[in-house]
Nanobody, 125 residues
Framework: QVQLVESGGGLVQAGDSLRLSCTAS???????TGWFRQVPGKQRDFVAG????????SYADSVKGRFTISRDTAKNTVYLQMTSLKPEDTAVYFC???????????????????WGQGTQVTVSS
């Protein structure tokens, strides 16, 4: 069973940067890892995703140009570097992963099998 542990959330001001980390342990070779975010009362939205093999990335339009997803295969860790943060980026951020090969870039919740516990990111104006 794969376990995902996120870290790096916090309270920052608009315009600041923050880096989230997601470390995987426990087994299966992962194909996709993604970041989603959720605000109370709303659905979980895709933020960014990466394929372990090759490092192909995908981003939601709302974060393109501001967020960068990357991976360190030696550390089994995926990072989400967030810059120019806005108050609307405030959410709980979840890391997700799957060992399955899915079509496209795995932008949907149902395409992921493992989830982290979430980390709060709050951006004040």
């Amino acid at each position: 069973q794969v376990q995902l542990v996120e870290s790096g959330g916090g309270l920052v001001q608009a315009g600041d940067s923050l880096r989230l980390s997601c470390t995987a342990s426990g087994g299966s070779s992962l194909v996709h890892t993604g970041w989603f975010r959720q605000v109370p009362g709303k659905q979980r939205d895709f933020v960014a995703g990466i394929r372990w093999g090759g490092g192909t990335t995908s981003y939601a339009d709302s974060v393109k140009g501001r967020f960068t997803i990357s991976r360190d295969t030696a550390k089994n860790t995926v990072y989400l570097q967030m810059t120019s943060l806005k108050p609307e980026d405030t959410a709980v951020y979840f890391c997700a992963a799957t060992p399955r090969i899915v079509g496209g870039m795995a932008r949907y919740e149902y395409e992921y099998d493992y989830w982290g516990q979430g980390t709060q990111v709050t951006v004040s104006s």
